[in-house]
């Protein structure tokens, strides 16, 4: 019997793919590798090293995919949150860094740095738009920054000049918020993230 | 790091936004909270959906990948994450070609007798994945596994395992079908629902071990896993177990193969 990729689950693809069964890793890659590159991407700045992350994630997935467990997360969110920690560590190593204070610089002085703006350029689904758009201006910042920049809740609260303990709570509200809001689009439109 | 601190990092942390020395700090107690460990994975979910999800990933990325993703020289089949365990199953070598001639049930009795007592205990870690793909699989694709079923029923290659109660019965219990890739069926004829505490567990036998093959569940009809490919299990058991599964059979078969695969 062969295994009908295009209608498999995610779980029957790690299945698969712990087979080394190539096709399944193409079909994972086809499914959520523009969301893991688009978010490296975004984190790094850079096409060379965000295809760099992109090829670490699928890479790791193919050579230990019993570290994804499906009892605690789907497939896309387990790859994203690899791709996001690699990236992050990536952009907070030192050279990296440096580059991209020249780079926020730059930004900033051609006025096109906009905090409200970091995330604008991504392919978002749309909803996750409106949720981010409907949060306290403060609570999106803190996510962009953290979330987008790869910047620590320390740094978040030195670039808005907020209280660390400040950045932290409306980080994890801001979280809590954006759940609630999709949560609800999706008990509307039943979403499909696979 | 007590739970409060940890909580009011969780979003933080979800979002990679804490130092290294932080983290493990929260690691550790996350590890030890459930309360902790269901709202991490919330914020997780979030956060994941703040990727792009309309963009198309470019193919030369994905041959560069493609090209990377080889099975590494002299590494045996993988098993799957879930269905098998760390190791492969080790094909019995050393079984004696007088072995083959004994009548069919004498196996199946051996069989019954090594997996009730001396299962010996392997590191398998049944993860909770096995189950999810075992339930998704067997409630929500019930009726394309069956379908899937009769295909491998078709194939030439395609072995048929019987499953029975005891020796020399004349019914069987449930039926294996074992198709070349490894991708394989169990089919339920006679196994009674069970209650939702417990679970019908399938199990490989091969040199005295028994290795996990999956949760077949309380009702099961036609539930798919996955044995190696290359070297196929030779011996099937099914034992009754608690509901999330365990690493080693805690009870004596009630069905196993009448003749090896």
């Known amino acids: 019997m062969r295994i009908d990729l295009a209608t498999a689950s995610d779980a029957a693809l790690v299945v698969a793919i712990g087979r080394y069964h190539e096709p399944a890793l193409a079909e994972t890659y086809r499914r959520h590798g523009g969301a893991v590159r688009a978010l490296a991407q975004r984190v790094v700045g850079s096409d060379f090293l965000a295809d760099e992350v992109t090829q670490d994630v699928f890479l790791r997935l193919w050579r230990e995919p019993e570290q994804y467990d499906a009892s605690r997360s789907g497939l896309r969110t387990y790859l994203v949150a690899i791709a996001h920690h690699r990236a992050v560590d990536l952009v907070r190593s030192e050279s990296a860094r440096t580059a991209r204070e020249q780079r926020s610089g730059a930004e900033r002085d051609a006025g096109e740095y906009d905090v409200e703006h970091l995330a604008w350029d991504l392919a978002m689904a749309e909803q996750v738009r409106v949720a981010l758009d409907g949060l306290p201006d403060g609570e999106r910042d803190a996510i962009q920054l953290a979330y987008f920049e790869g910047r620590t809740y320390r740094e978040v609260a030195t670039l808005l000049g907020e209280p660390e303990g400040t950045v932290k709570s409306r980080i994890r509200a801001g979280l809590q918020r954006l759940r609630r809001s999709l949560v609800a689009h999706r008990a509307d439109h039943t979403m499909d993230t696979t | ?261």
Not at chain 2, 32 to 57: D, Y
Not at chain 2, 170 to 178: C, I
Not at chain 2, 200 to 223: C, D, H, I, N
Not at chain 2, 225 to 245: D, K, S, W
Request: a neutral charge; glycine letters at 6%; one cysteine or more.
């Open chain 2, 1 to 261: 790091m007590n739970h409060d601190e940890a909580a009011a990092l969780l979003g933080a942390y979800a979002l990679d936004a804490v130092s290294e020395e932080e983290a493990a700090l929260i690691a550790a107690h996350v590890a030890e909270c459930p309360r902790c460990t269901a709202e991490l994975a919330e914020h997780r979910e979030v956060a994941g959906m703040l990727s792009g999800t309309g963009v198309e990933a470019p193919r030369e990325l994905w041959e560069r990948i493609a090209s990377q993703a080889t099975r590494p020289e002299g590494a045996p089949d993988r098993v799957p994450p879930v269905a098998i365990g760390p190791r492969p199953i080790e094909p019995e070598r050393h079984r004696r070609a007088s072995d083959r001639r004994r009548p069919a049930w004498t196996v199946a009795g051996a069989v019954l007798a090594v997996a009730a007592v001396t299962i010996a205990l392997m590191a398998v870690q049944i993860s909770d994945l096995n189950a999810r793909v075992g339930h998704i699989a067997a409630m929500d694709q019930q009726r394309g596994i069956a379908l899937a079923e009769q295909a491998a029923l078709l194939q030439p290659s395609t072995k048929r395992v019987l499953l029975v109660s005891a020796p020399g019965a004349s019914h069987a219990q449930g039926e294996l079908v074992v198709v070349r890739s490894g991708v394989s069926f169990f089919v339920n004829d006679r196994l009674a629902a069970l209650p939702a505490s417990k679970t019908y567990q399938l199990w490989a036998v091969a040199g005295g071990k028994a290795v996990s093959l999956g949760l077949l569940g309380a009702r099961p009809t036609v539930v798919p896993f996955v044995v190696n490919a290359l070297r196929p299990p030779t011996i099937f058991a099914v034992t009754v177990e608690r509901a999330q599964g365990v690493v080693s059979p805690t009870s004596s078969p009630v069905a196993a193969s009448a003749t090896p695969a």
